[in-house]
């Protein structure tokens, strides 16, 4: 497994920054934001990071596919949206298409929820299942895996009505390998008991593994809350294994999520990742 820095960790840094700093540290691989990747331009960015020789060990993101029934107008345009996100991963050659699924129903990230909202939870993971078997062809078609994403329980209101890596997995299965995998994040599973378990379960369906600590207390933006390896409750070490004895081989990606981190200077939050990744993630 290999360093990769996700580029919402150095949020402030540009694209062309992003990937400078990448090649100035030794990093192999980079994980990029399809916002950030528009600023810059979809061809500009693919050849930016072609000709630096750098990996793309994910795309963040699709998903957000449970506003409405896929007939309809939402459904209809969440599918559309996602089917970019998937040419825009091919385009850039990502190991993998990171989906986050969406919350219930009416509910926007960060905000209160509205009158009238769904509150079957139920039928929003119906929703993404049904949204997947529209979306796995066509990824796989062009080569893309898609990575399902179970986020922490305290995001399942508005960002991911998939919680557990054994949910994600459920879904997972359903597809080609090649087509469908899973993300193994700690900052979100690392409280889940059957978490190795399922860790063993997935095997070669693990497309990705993202790293970071969980802070305790949470910020007031729970968002935030995630913070550089060694700075909060996770204990990495078992969950590294767990992961390589699965099979996985890929990039081990850096995400963080914080306030203090963005506003850092972006040469030295790389460097402290590095050192971090080889003392706290790596370590025997």
């Known amino acids: 497994m290999s360093l990769s820095l996700n580029q919402w960790t150095t949020r402030r840094w540009t694209l062309p920054e992003a990937v400078g700093g990448c090649v100035r540290h030794g990093l192999e691989a980079i994980g990029l934001w399809r916002e950030k990747v528009a600023e810059h331009g979809l061809a500009r960015s693919a050849r930016l990071v072609r000709e630096s020789g750098l990996r793309v060990s994910s795309l963040c993101r699709g998903g957000f596919l449970t506003a409405g029934e896929l007939s309809g107008e939402r459904g209809r345009a969440a599918l559309d949206d996602n089917r970019r996100a998937v040419d825009e991963a091919a385009e850039l050659g990502a190991a993998c298409l990171v989906m986050v699924v969406g919350g219930l129903p009416g509910v926007t990230p960060g905000e209160p929820p509205p009158a009238g909202f769904s509150r079957d939870v139920a039928g929003a993971r119906q929703r993404v299942a049904e949204a997947l078997a529209a979306l796995a062809p066509y990824a796989g078609e062009r080569g893309v895996r898609l990575a399902l994403e179970p986020l922490h329980p305290v995001y399942c209101p508005d960002r991911a009505v998939l919680s557990t890596l054994g949910q994600a997995l459920d879904l997972a299965l359903a597809h080609p390998q090649e087509q469908v995998g899973v993300v ?3 900052f979100h599973v690392w409280w889940d008991p059957a978490l190795h378990e399922q860790i063993a379960r997935a095997g070669d369906r693990i497309a990705s593994y993202q790293v970071c600590d969980y802070l305790h207390p949470l910020p007031g933006d729970v968002l935030l809350g995630r913070g550089m390896m060694g700075d909060g ?46 003392d706290v993630v790596m370590a025997s």
């Open 184 to 186: 193994v994040d700690t």
């Open 233 to 278: 409750v996770i204990g990495f070490p078992p969950i590294t294994r767990a992961v390589a004895e699965a099979g996985y081989t890929g990039d081990v990606e850096v995400e963080i999520f914080n306030a203090d981190v963005w506003a850092a200077d972006p040469d030295e939050v790389v460097a402290t990742m590095k050192a971090r990744y080889a």
